[in-house]
Structures are given as structure tokens and as C-alpha cells.
């Protein structure tokens, strides 16, 4: 079992940035890849960004590239997204999940939400215009 716990949502202007933080408890860290989502009101949930267990790697939506960055320490259980020159249409809830990997997964970064496990609660980012 992992409890995954998102915070550093909040509203912030068009233009500005702020660094959402997914800590992780119950499971060694590094067993699993971490992605981040996000939900908009009336929109299906989205994929924004991935990371391979020891942070080789990485993947990002289009809407985001250049603009958001996936990072995680693994020292500290924690899985970070640096979001710079948000949007309006950046607003939404986001959430952070974990990929549960084994062998024949080890170095996968998935951007379907159907590969991850465990998902945390989620956190509000809004962006005014």
C-alpha cells in the first residue's frame, strides 16, 4: 500500500509559477515510476508529466513542454512539478500517481492512467487570467 499526499496548489496570476510537491509513504520509493495528472472542471482527467523510478527519465504533454518539470528525490519520498508561465487552462486539480513497476516495467513511463496504482487526494492550482 502507498499514500501518495500532493500540496503547493494554490491561484496564482497568468504568467506566474508554482511547484507542486507529491509526498509518498507506505512503500520503498524507488519500486515505483511517479506521474502527475489533472482534472478540469467538466474535462476528463489528462496526463501531464512521468518519471522512471530513479529519475533517468522523463515525459511531458505537449500542452506542457517547456513549461513544466517533472523532478524527484528519492532520498526524501517526494516527486516534485516545477510548473513556470502557467495559464488559465492550466487550471485544474492535479494529482500524482504511482506506477508500481517490476521487471518487465522497470524503466516504463506511462501516460495512461490506467497503468498507475495508487493516486493521491489531489490539489487545486487556478490560474487567473
Known amino acids: 500500500q502507498v499514500q501518495l499526499v500532493e500540496s503547493g496548489g494554490g491561484l496564482v496570476q497568468a504568467g506566474g509559477s508554482l511547484r507542486l510537491s507529491c509526498a509518498a509513504s507506505g512503500r520503498t520509493f524507488s519500486s515505483y515510476a511517479m506521474g502527475w495528472f489533472r482534472q478540469a472542471p467538466g474535462k476528463e482527467r489528462e496526463f501531464v508529466a512521468a518519471i522512471t523510478w530513479s529519475g533517468s527519465n522523463s515525459d511531458a504533454a505537449d500542452s506542457v513542454k517547456g513549461r513544466f518539470t517533472i523532478s524527484r528525490d528519492n532520498a526524501k519520498n517526494t516527486v516534485y512539478l516545477q510548473m513556470n508561465s502557467l495559464k488559465p487552462e492550466d487550471t485544474a486539480v492535479y494529482y500524482c500517481?504511482?506506477?508500481?513497476?517490476?521487471?518487465?516495467?522497470?524503466?516504463?513511463?506511462?501516460?495512461?492512467?490506467?497503468?498507475?496504482?495508487?493516486w493521491g487526494q489531489g490539489t487545486q492550482v487556478t490560474v487567473s487570467s
Open positions: 500517481a504511482a506506477d508500481l513497476l517490476n521487471s518487465a516495467t522497470l524503466w516504463r513511463v506511462s501516460s495512461a492512467s490506467s497503468d498507475y496504482d495508487y
